[in-house]
């Protein structure tokens, strides 16, 4: 395995766990604490927004006021990991459901069997399928998510998608918070991550937020970094962080210590740890 390979595997950081350890522990915690919430949280499963099995939404805290915030998380997964499922974030909705936010979780389908190109607008088709959704209410506002790959897919938005939606719609996007994320893709080239990508120079900077002309009028970035996360991907969130800023775009850059790329976000399901903190008081703000 080449050093860029080993450089761009988060896995390969963490202090906690071996490599080939980590994203099994990190799966079956994942999983286990989002089973029980299903049963805790009022939510409405699979909603489909496409054809594809994995083109689907839940949302958690169907029976709060109509205004609640909302909170929209986009799972990782390097664009390509089945073993990734979007209905085993749902562990953080109890914590935000006690501070009567309702929270979506959005699926996917995944690399091969879409682009890169195809996922981010079927992506765009799901956020479209959340506004559907909001239009039904009078929220207090939208705050967007995504860890890992799907922080590129969240940043991606704001390149167009986000500014071309009705005034009405932009308005309501009050924050993102991009965990742990991956901006620029060109490094992955060399990499065996590009064999189910099938990227070339030209799709991996079009699909590089960091190199992309990004616009969010009145919404506040949280670029939030791990400190056992891999180099790169610190560095990313570093450049990721100055990139908003140098647009003229509010960002907030966030490191968080003695956390790796997988339990920054496991973490959210403690009602106690600052990240869960930080995305409440925006939402409820």
């Known amino acids: 395995m080449s050093q860029l ?45 496409g054809p594809g099995k994995r083109e689907v939404i839940d949302i ?37 459901y006690e501070k009567n936010i309702k929270s979506i979780y959005v699926g996917y389908e995944l690399c091969p069997d879409v682009t890169i190109k195809e996922l981010q607008r079927n992506t765009e088709k799901a956020m479209r399928k959340c506004l559907e959704y909001v239009r039904q209410f009078k929220p207090k506002g939208i ?27 932009r308005e309501l996007f009050k924050s993102v918070f991009l965990l742990g994320g991956i901006y620029d893709l060109t490094p992955l080239l060399s990499t065996s991550y590009n064999i189910p990508l099938g ?24 670029v939030v970094v791990a400190e056992n996360d891999s180099p790169p991907f610190i560095e990313q ?22 956390v790796d790329h997988f339990d920054l976000i496991e973490k959210l399901y403690e009602r106690d740890y600052e990240l869960t903190k930080l995305i409440i008081s925006n939402c409820v703000d």
């Not at 929209?72 to 990734?84: A, L, N, R, T, V």
């Not at 990227?199 to 590089?208: M, N, T």
């Open 5 to 49: 390979e080993i450089d761009y595997s988060p896995s390969r950081w963490s202090k906690r766990l071996k490599a080939d350890q980590i994203l099994v522990e990190h799966l079956k915690i994942t999983s286990e604490r989002s089973r029980a919430i299903e049963k805790e949280v009022p939510c409405d499963l699979n909603i489909p927004y």
């Open 60 to 96: 958690y805290g169907t029976d709060l006021l109509s205004d609640a915030p909302i909170f929209i998380i986009f799972h990782g997964g390097y664009w390509q990991e089945q073993c990734i499922k979007h209905n085993d974030f749902a562990f953080m909705a109890k914590n935000l």
């Open 143 to 169: 705050h967007l998510s995504g860890h890992s790959a799907g922080a590129q897919i969240v940043a991606n938005f704001f390149a167009n998608f986000i500014h071309n939606l009705a005034e009405e719609d």
């Open 199 to 222: 990227l070339d120079q030209q799709l991996a900077s079009e699909a590089s937020p960091l190199l992309q002309n990004l616009a969010a009028d009145g919404t506040v970035f949280h």
């Open 237 to 258: 969130g570093k450049l990721m962080h100055k990139h908003l800023q140098e647009l003229k775009i509010d960002s907030k850059y966030i490191f968080v210590q003695n």
